[in-house]
């Protein structure tokens, strides 16, 4: 995605298709609500480190990577999800 297309999306807000979770230092339970959602509709995006008017907010660098390990660990497992 470039940049212009991410500021339209933060611009436009939240849709049936995309979701804006802080996540601060760790990945919320609402996130796996909205990946649960989005398979169970027609797919959408979640960004990361945004609040829900839209202002990025950011993840701490510290914590991104265990963040991803953490994400991709948990929708990958049927039991977890």
């Known amino acids: 995605m470039d940049l ?19 996540c601060g230092n760790g990945i919320e ?4 609500e ?6 169970n509709r027609f797919g959408g995006d979640i960004f990361l480190g ?5 202002t990025v907010c950011g993840i701490s660098q510290n914590a991104a990577q265990d963040m991803i390990k953490n ?11």
């Open 4 to 22: 212009k297309t991410l500021k339209s999306v933060l611009e436009i807000g939240e849709t049936i298709a995309v979701e804006f979770k802080r």
């Open 29 to 32: 339970s609402d996130t796996y």
């Open 34 to 39: 909205s990946v649960c959602s989005f398979l």
């Open 50 to 54: 945004v609040l829900d008017d839209g």
């Open 71 to 81: 994400f991709i660990s948990v929708i990958g497992n049927p039991s977890m999800i």
